[in-house]
């Protein structure tokens, strides 16, 4: 079993910055992908952002590139969303995901990831 823990969500105004975080804790997996995903009211959920330990490689979604960075702390276990210049269309709540799988390169599906935090609410202002 693995365990999410999300913190950072919050309410600001657009042009602002949040960082999110998410520490996994439980069993150990030899290689892993530890991703972002997002949904706003009414919408689909939509892949965000993710780091593969296997291939240490990141992939984003083109509506987040350039200002979103993600980042990782393998020995922690934990990963980092750091979002500059928000927009209100980012309004979103935010989950973090792991995907156990061996993989050289993130995958955006969500059928690939296994575990789910709860989802930590972000609101940006006009």
């Known amino acids: 079993q693995v365990q999410l823990v999300e913190s950072g969500g919050g309410l600001v105004q657009a042009g602002g910055s949040l960082r999110l975080s998410c520490a996994a804790s439980?069993?150990?997996?030899?290689?892993?992908?530890m991703g972002w995903f997002r949904q706003a009211p009414g919408k689909e959920r939509e892949f965000v952002a993710a780091?593969?330990?296997?291939?240490?490689?990141?992939r984003y979604a083109d509506s987040v590139k350039g200002r979103f960075t993600i980042s990782r702390d393998n020995a922690k276990s934990t990963v980092y969303l750091q979002m500059n210049s928000l927009k209100p269309e980012d309004t979103a709540v935010y989950y973090c995901?792991?995907?156990?799988?061996?993989?050289?390169?993130?995958?955006?599906?969500?059928?690939?990831?296994?575990?789910w935090g709860q989802g930590t609410q972000v609101t940006v202002s006009s």
């Open positions: 995901a792991v995907d156990p799988g061996t993989r050289y390169y993130p995958s955006a599906s969500e059928k690939m990831y296994e575990y």
């Open positions: 439980g069993r150990t997996f030899s290689s892993y992908t």
């Open positions: 780091f593969s330990s296997s291939g240490r490689s990141t």
